[in-house]
């Protein structure tokens, strides 16, 4: 049987052990676990139906747990069991704590692009007829410098059609034809183009992290590339068609998954490495 031998928190890169991830266990961050390592091959895992993503340290397994913001606060159970022949699996408890996000209006999704950008969801991350199976790095860092929106699991009060919606993406706001960088290690594993000539390129960082950047183009990647973290995906999109100085033209849309599962992309930059 596994030996637990800690949860702990990361705060801004400080560890400390406690009975549950305060930090950052709430609904749409992420939830971690720490077991001692009694092989050198990865345990099996599992959260509800997903397999969370597992970090190999020299004497532990790092255990990072997607949580969505449809999570209700309360008592989870993660499912854990080692590569050991005979190892019986056991149950370790997740809490996942109450999380407030704010209430604002928000006019400017009253443009529709804007709008179904922050709450897309995708029915697939990858083209490709493999997965990456190296170890993700963390954290990661940010695809671009420039003013951004924090509006991820806020409740946005779109004024045009008096409905209340909840995004899943962190928006920046950057001057036309910005560089925009990989937030880290990973291999293209999806691009898709639309009618009006944006990008969207889906990175997979490994073992089931994925970063979705939406709103690009002149890319210089292409589908099944390997590349680092710092390197040069694209630009910017510049809409022809658009008004000067609409905001919806000079807008990246970034999203983060971990375990099928839409997360905050603010947390993976703030946990250690």
């Not at 992290?209 to 890319?219: A, E, K, M, W």
Request: aromatic content about 8%.
């Amino acid at each position: 049987m596994i030996r637990t031998i800690a949860l702990f928190v990361a705060v801004f890169g400080v560890s400390v052990h406690c009975s549950s991830q305060e930090a950052f266990s709430y609904p749409g961050g992420v939830a971690e676990l720490r077991i001692s390592k009694e092989s050198e091959h990865l345990p099996d895992v599992r959260f509800g139906l997903n397999e969370p993503v597992i970090l190999e340290y020299k004497n532990h397994w790092r255990i990072l747990i997607g949580l969505g913001l449809d999570t209700l606060p309360g008592e989870y159970i993660a499912y854990i069991k080692s590569d050991n022949e005979g190892a019986s699996g056991i149950y370790e408890k997740v809490i996942v704590k109450q999380h407030i996000y704010p209430f604002t209006e928000h006019p400017e999704l009253d443009d529709k692009t804007s709008r179904q950008a922050v709450l897309k969801t995708h029915e697939s991350y990858s083209d490709l007829d493999y997965s990456n199976t190296q170890q993700p790095s963390l954290p990661l860092k940010w695809p671009l410098e420039g003013s951004w929106s924090n509006n991820f699991g806020h409740k946005l009060y779109d004024t045009k059609s008096d409905t209340l919606h909840t995004p899943n993406a962190i928006v920046f706001n950057a001057n036309k034809l910005t560089i925009v960088v990989a937030p880290q290690t990973a291999i293209v594993s999806k691009v898709e183009i639309s009618d009006s000539g944006r990008a969207t390129v889906f990175l997979d960082h490994g073992r089931g992290l994925y970063s979705i950047l939406s709103g690009l183009s002149d890319l210089t990647v292409e589908l099944g590339n390997g590349i680092v973290a710092g390197a040069v995906i694209g630009k910017l999109t510049v809409d022809i068609n658009a008004k000067e100085n609409n905001a919806s033209s000079n807008r990246l849309v970034w999203q983060t998954v971990l375990n099928k599962t839409y997360v905050d992309p603010q947390v993976l930059t703030k946990l250690e490495p």
